[in-house]
């Protein structure tokens, strides 16, 4: 049973370009979370999607960033016209379609190193 | 001021040490108290939670939460050098079904054989 995958595991980016980070959930998990995680600092809460839902994106820089979970496919954390502060480690959890409570356990991918140069 | 507060360490102990490691916070509405370990490069992974004032035992871990304070406490028994890595506290609620983790800045342990 594949835990739970994000690719790429390194990104650079250019400023001003674009960055797409990919995450898969374990088998049967259909909710996705998205953190950020700065040098010495800890994991910062962006977004909560469900299948073609985005629940909960209080976390989310108003601009430049975005978050999907299709139907089919990966959940894409989209970051547009990168800058330099948007360099860190992107996390993502994912949790079975339980109703919350700690044992609907986030289990967390291994991350994105995005730099930006 | 930080919802939850953690000291950042670094925390160095000889194998075999008994470790303490502590959070605070200030949201009354943290209704469980997770405990997660992250080694270098990796991803957290959870290692215990508890939801209400008290100790959790797990081996050679122990949780430990004082609601009236607000102190969030994680004891590791006869440390190894493979408990070395930061460990994160995140008190979290339910938040219209699924769970909200707010988490600390991490504590990095090196347990030196």
């Known amino acids: 049973n594949a835990g739970v995958m994000q690719n790429p595991r390194h990104l650079v980016r250019r400023r001003g370009q674009e960055a797409r980070l990919r995450c898969s959930p374990m088998?049967?998990?259909?909710?996705v979370y998205w953190y950020r995680q700065l040098p010495e600092e800890g994991l910062k809460f962006m977004v909560y999607l469900q299948k073609e839902n985005i629940i909960d994106e209080s976390g989310m820089p108003k601009e430049r960033f975005s978050a999907e979970f299709p139907k089919e496919g990966p959940s894409i954390l989209r970051i547009q016209q990168v800058v330099r502060g948007d360099s860190a480690a992107y996390f993502c959890?994912?949790?079975?379609?339980?109703?919350?409570?700690?044992?609907?356990?986030?289990?967390f991918g291994p991350g994105t190193r995005l730099l930006v140069l | 001021q930080k919802e939850v507060e953690q000291d950042p360490g670094p925390l160095s102990v000889p194998e075999g040490a008994i470790v303490s490691l502590n959070c605070t916070y200030s949201?009354?509405?943290?209704?469980?108290f997770m405990w997660y370990r992250q080694y270098s490069r990796k991803g957290p992974e959870l290692l215990m939670y508890t939801y209400s004032s008290g100790n959790k035992e797990d081996g050679r871990f122990t949780a430990q939460v004082d609601k009236s304070s607000k102190y969030i406490s994680l004891f590791i028994r006869d440390s190894q050098p493979s408990d070395s890595a930061t460990y994160l506290c995140a008190p979290g609620w339910d938040s219209g079904g699924y769970n909200k983790l707010i988490f600390g800045a991490g504590t990095r342990l090196a347990v030196h054989p």
């Open positions: 959890a994912s949790s079975p379609p339980l109703a919350g409570g700690p044992e609907e356990t986030q289990y």
């Open positions: 949201n009354s509405a943290f209704q469980y």
């Open positions: 088998k049967g998990h259909s909710h």
